[in-house]
Nanobody, 120 residues
Framework: QVRLVESGGGSVQAGGSLRLSCAAS?????MGWFRQAPGKEREGVAA????????YYADSVKGRFTISQDKSKNTVSLQMNFLKPEDTAMYYC????????????????WGQGTQVTVSS
């Protein structure tokens, strides 16, 4: 069992920045974030392969969000810049043990979630 502990999030005005971090207690193949806004489906935002550092970004965040990792701390971070009101959602850290597409059904562990609110 891998435990994911999230930190960061909060409220910011449009155009601002926030940073999320997630620490894993054990091995994962890939870590990243999903988000879910009220009334919407959960969306894969970004992910990083912990071995190769290969990354995935949703089209909606490309060029604005950057995912990175600190292998020594088993931690990944999501730097979110130029935030928009449509980025408002609950953000969930997630981890997968296998090489599969970054989708909810392919993840094995979930964090507790952290709220990100962007005001216009």
């Amino acid at each position: 069992q891998v435990r994911l502990v999230e930190s960061g999030g909060g409220s910011v005005q449009a155009g601002g920045s926030l940073r999320l971090s997630c620490a894993a207690s054990g091995y994962t193949y890939r870590m990243g974030w999903f988000r879910q806004a009220p009334g919407k489906e959960r969306e894969g935002v970004a992910a990083i392969a912990t071995g190769s550092s290969g990354t995935y970004y949703a089209d909606s965040v490309k060029g604005r969000f950057t995912i990175s990792q600190d292998k020594s701390k088993n931690t990944v971070s999501l730097q979110m810049n130029f935030l928009k009101p449509e980025d408002t959602a609950m953000y969930y850290c997630a981890a997968a043990l296998w090489r599969k597409d970054w989708a909810s059904e392919n993840t094995d562990y979930w964090g507790q979630g952290t709220q990100v609110t962007v005001s216009s």
